[in-house]
């Protein structure tokens, strides 16, 4: 493995109840980086973040596995944390040690007891947060009730970066309000881009406009801008979100099947590309309130 510097180092812990996909999530990013060449499976007990005897007999996460993956030219460290409740040690200790926290809705049953964990943790150690809807390949998925049931809990500042065409057996497509295109995905994952569908134009339009006035709030340089253009560009939108992920200002919604590997390229490029590194954050306090850097 080549050296990394600390700038093109990312730290993600992802939270979420159990049978949320987080371990399914981690191995399609396995999959996706050339990690692994065949993707596991829950179910087969051949995933390989759960690998230990008493996972493979309960059939999930138990404890807070480390692995690493190389994408984009950066490493990517990856704590893939247990759901149940039972195990909320093991969380803690990865919120403490992440920078970014992926916290998973399941499309299906919304938010539960291992996603509010999540966020608990991650907001006691001022973690930046990306929210991802995953399940939307299931029948009973509905997004707009998870984007709710997200924006119960985090409040407004939530906001939906993508949204889907379609959930279900059919879900490989989403309109991304970053790149203004639309995303779709091959059996494998790989990512497809093209124009937005006209039937959609006035839907995204309401959405971007949304999107970018959360963000101009954030900065006031952008701020200025917006009033002065009318809208940002995908750079000027990349940086706002950054300051405001590093400030809890804003926590993005993805989409994502991990089963089908439907948007888990598109999370890592936002992680490499906008998720902050080690020196973006800020120190952090000790009891005797000494600041201690990141470097």
Not at 174 to 196: E, P, Q, T
Not at 270 to 291: N, Q
């Amino acid at each position: 493995m080549k050296v990394y510097d600390t700038q093109h180092i990312r730290n993600i812990a992802l939270f979420g109840h159990a049978g949320s996909g987080k371990t399914t999530l981690t191995e399609s990013f396995s999959l996706l980086s050339g990690a692994i060449t065949r993707k596991g499976q829950v179910e087969e007990r051949n995933t390989i973040s759960d690998y230990s005897d008493i996972e493979h007999e309960r059939g999930s996460s138990l404890f807070v596995t480390p692995l690493y993956i190389e994408y984009n030219n950066f490493k990517i460290n990856i704590l893939d944390t247990p759901g149940f409740n039972d195990y909320i040690g093991e969380v803690i200790s990865a919120a403490k040690a992440a920078d970014t926290g992926l916290i998973l809705i399941n499309a299906q049953n919304g938010m539960e007891v291992g996603a509010e964990n999540g966020w608990q943790y991650c907001e006691v150690n001022a973690n930046p947060v990306v929210f991802c809807i995953s399940k939307l390949d299931v029948d009973q998925a509905n997004f707009d009730n998870a984007v709710d049931q997200i924006q119960a809990l985090a409040g407004k500042s939530a906001t939906p970066v993508q949204y889907p065409l379609k959930t279900g057996a059919g879900f490989n497509e989403v309109i991304d309000l970053l790149k203004m295109k639309l995303l779709s995905f091959d059996d494998k994952g790989k990512m497809n881009i093209d124009d937005i569908p006209a039937s959609e134009a006035d839907k995204v339009e309401k959405l971007r406009s949304e999107l970018i006035e959360s963000v101009a709030e954030t900065d006031e340089d952008l701020m200025n801008k917006y009033f002065e253009e009318g809208t940002l560009t995908e750079d000027e939108i990349n940086t706002g979100l950054k300051k405001a992920l590093v400030a809890r200002q804003i926590f993005p919604i993805f989409c994502i099947s991990g089963k089908t590997n439907n948007g888990a390229s598109r999370v890592l490029d936002f992680v490499t590309d906008v998720c902050p590194s080690p020196l973006e954050l800020p120190p952090v306090k000790t009891l005797e309130e000494k600041e201690l850097a990141y470097d």
